[in-house]
């Protein structure tokens, strides 16, 4: 990459790392990925400056939005996920380019209608092979980003009570046996937040124009990995139509208190039906 200083990059990640390693091996394919602890981010802007911090990341539009945001938390877990998602970025381009990638301020981030994350690049047509693909997440402290060269997602959850209250939005009997199986020693609350977190970034990297229920999603098998990690499978049941294949997503739990997890297609198999 160009030698440039950027402030407050995001930082390592053994946990992440291998998750992303390991939804990589399941998909056969290269993955990405970044987080930032928004709690450290914000002391960084107290002790330098909001524009500081930002102008080194983000392009004149993007700082136009940043600015909308009132409340300093929101507009840290926005910046927080700007910041990851332009590193990933740069470093799957960094990957798959001849060339060195471009300048972060050189990169912009769009939504979709749909919410999903699209790159763009300055003077380049938003559907340029040569760009990855992105999800973004946060919760809690944490802001995470990943880029692939497939449609991808990627989701942290904090661990909290509202997850046992909510359970039979997102939860089924027989999904939290497997839980208990893959994760004994992880409390019930954690195995929760695994699956809610599994579940959510299987739906972002599926849901192109909109994204399935949670409880269309059944979990179907987790193979334990190294590290308490594990490879999960899942199917999806819509309207009583055949069950439709889905990738593999990778999920662990980072320290005790937030749960990852990442998914990424196939490039040998069709993203609209795909079994990594």
Known sequence: MPTMSLP???????????????????????????????????????????????????NQAEQVILEKY??????????????????????????????APPLPTELRIKNQSSGRPVLERDGHAPDSSTLPELSISHSGRFAAAMASETCCGIDIQEITPALERTRERFALPQELLILQHTW???????????????????????????MPGFLELTLLTAQAQPGGLALLTFTQYANQKRPRSLP?????????DYALALCTHSPTCDQADSHA
């Open 8 to 58: 407050h990059k995001p930082i390592e990640s053994k946990t992440l790392n291998n998750l992303a390693a390991l939804a990589g091996q399941g998909a056969g394919t290269t993955i990405s990925s970044a987080l930032i602890d928004l709690i450290e981010l914000g002391e960084t802007v107290k002790q330098l400056s909001l524009e500081q911090i930002s102008q080194p990341w983000l």
């Open 184 to 210: 004994p020693t992880a409390g019930q609350l954690a195995q929760l937040g695994l699956l809610w977190s599994a579940k959510e970034a299987l739906k972002k990297s599926v849901g192109q124009e909109s």
């Open 248 to 256: 593999f997503v990778a999920a662990g739990l980072l320290g005790q």
């Open 70 to 99: 009132q409340f300093p938390k929101r507009r840290l877990e926005w910046l927080g996920g700007r910041i990851c998602a332009k590193e990933v970025a740069r470093t799957q381009m960094t990957k798959n380019l001849a060339t």
